[in-house]
C-alpha cells in the first residue's frame, strides 16, 4: 500500500474511530515515556534506552494520526466533539509528560558529562609531575590534563 493510500485510508475512517485510533497511540506513547523519565530518575540509563524503539515507533504513530486529524478537523469537530476534547485533553497530558522528560533527559546529561569531566581530570592529574615550582609552590600546567577520554558503549 502506498503512503498515498494509507493516508486516504485514514482520512476516510468514521469520525470516532480515528480519534479513538489516535487516543490509543497517545495514550501509549504517554506512557512509554513516563516509564523513561521514572527509569531515568531512578539511574536505569541502560533500561531507559531499550525503550527508545517503542518511543520513537508510538511517537510515528501519533504524529501520522495527529497529521490526519488536523486533515480532518472540521469533520471531526462537527461528528466527534467529545472524541476531539479528549484528545486535546491527552494532547496536554503529552505536552506535560515530554516537558518533564527533556527536564529529566537534560539532567543525566549534565550529571554524564561532568562525571567524564572529573574522570578526565583525575587521570590528568595522575600523568602530571609534582615538583615544585620556582615560587615554591606544586606546578599547576592545565595543558597536561587529559584530553579526552574513551567511552565503550557496548556495557
Request: hydrophobic share 45%.
Amino acid at each position: 500500500m502506498t503512503a498515498a493510500a494509507r493516508l486516504a485510508a485514514l482520512d476516510a475512517l468514521p469520525a470516532e474511530e480515528l480519534c479513538s485510533r489516535a487516543e490509543t497511540a497517545l495514550s501509549a506513547l504517554v506512557d512509554v515515556m513516563n516509564q523513561e523519565t521514572t527509569l531515568l530518575r531512578a539511574g536505569h540509563l541502560r533500561q531507559a534506552g531499550q525503550l527508545t524503539p517503542d518511543k520513537t515507533r508510538l511517537s510515528q504513530d501519533y504524529v501520522t494520526f495527529a497529521r490526519a486529524i488536523q486533515r480532518q478537523g472540521k469533520r471531526l469537530a462537527a461528528e466527534a466533539p467529545k472524541a476531539m476534547d479528549r484528545l486535546r485533553a491527552g494532547h496536554e497530558s503529552l505536552a506535560t509528560q515530554m516537558a518533564e522528560n527533556l527536564r529529566v533527559l537534560a539532567t543525566a546529561k549534565t550529571v554524564t558529562e561532568d562525571v567524564l569531566t572529573d574522570v578526565a581530570r583525575m587521570v590528568g592529574q595522575q600523568n602530571r609531575a609534582k615538583t615544585y615550582g620556582a615560587g615554591g609552590k606544586v606546578a599547576t600546567d592545565a595543558s597536561s590534563s587529559a584530553k579526552g577520554i574513551a567511552i565503550n558503549r557496548a556495557l
